[in-house]
């Protein structure tokens, strides 16, 4: 298993432009999430997704857009790109279940500028 | 609400010191207790979990008890490393339909040779 992986790595952007965050995992787990982490805080959920085509927000959904076609993949999309969503971006998946635990990718570095 | 509590850091010691790192919770069911930990430059990855009161989770020397009375779920480790280096991040999720992690705001571990 590649468990989740997330693409790209690192980005630039000017501001205004707009682009979209890749995640994909290969554990058939219904739920998945889009975190940011700004440096040195904690996590901040952006939108989350309890299965295919079913999407709600999270703490700090502004900016942001996401769809869930498949199980599997999970995009966010940014419009309008602007200097406060510097940020690294991670992607997350888990199981149904309470007792799960959350699988991470490994993050997208995202500079605006 | 549900809420994680963690210590705020950095949390600076010495190689071979003994290291605590509280986490305490509030939850309107019956969580199950996680650490997450997270190297420079990754994503979160589980470190441990206690699924119920009284279970002590333990991976690569480091324990935590599920404390019910207490509603606590402190980190500890006998003798650290240089590559103990990382910020851990206590969480807790419940069953029963919800949906979302609630992460702590992590704490930063520097270990000095």
């Known amino acids: 298993n590649a468990g989740v992986t997330q693409t790209p790595k690192f980005r630039i952007l000017k501001i205004g432009q707009s682009m979209t965050l890749q995640c994909t995992q290969d554990?058939?787990?219904?739920?998945m999430y889009w975190y940011r982490q700004d440096p040195g805080m904690g996590l901040k959920l952006i939108y989350y997704?309890?299965?295919?085509?079913?999407?709600d927000k999270g703490e700090v959904p502004n900016g942001y857009n996401v769809s869930r076609s498949t199980t599997e993949d999970f995009p966010l999309r940014l419009e309008l790109a602007a200097p406060s969503q510097t940020s690294v971006y991670f992607c997350?998946?888990?199981?149904?279940?309470?007792?799960?635990?959350?699988?991470f990718g490994p993050g997208t570095r995202l500079t605006v500028l | 609400g549900d809420s994680v509590t963690q210590m705020e850091g950095p949390v600076t010691l010495s190689e071979e010191a003994f290291l605590t790192i509280n986490c305490t919770y509030t939850?309107?069911?019956?969580?199950?207790l996680f650490w997450y930990v997270q190297y420079p430059g990754e994503g979160l990855q589980l470190l441990l979990k206690?699924?119920?009161?009284?279970d002590k989770g333990s991976n690569k020397g480091f324990e935590a008890t599920y404390r019910k009375e207490t509603t606590s779920f402190h980190l500890e480790k006998g003798s650290v490393q240089v590559s103990d280096s990382a910020v851990y991040f206590c969480?807790?999720?419940?069953?029963?339909?919800?949906?979302?992690?609630?992460f702590g705001r992590g704490t930063s571990l520097i270990v000095h040779p």
């Open positions: 969480a807790l999720t419940l069953s029963g339909g919800s949906y979302i992690p609630t």
């Open positions: 206690a699924t119920k009161a009284d």
């Open positions: 939850a309107t069911g019956y969580p199950s």
């Open positions: 554990m058939n787990h219904n739920y």
């Open positions: 997350a998946s888990r199981r149904e279940g309470g007792t799960d635990t959350q699988y």
């Open positions: 997704s309890v299965g295919a085509g079913i999407t």
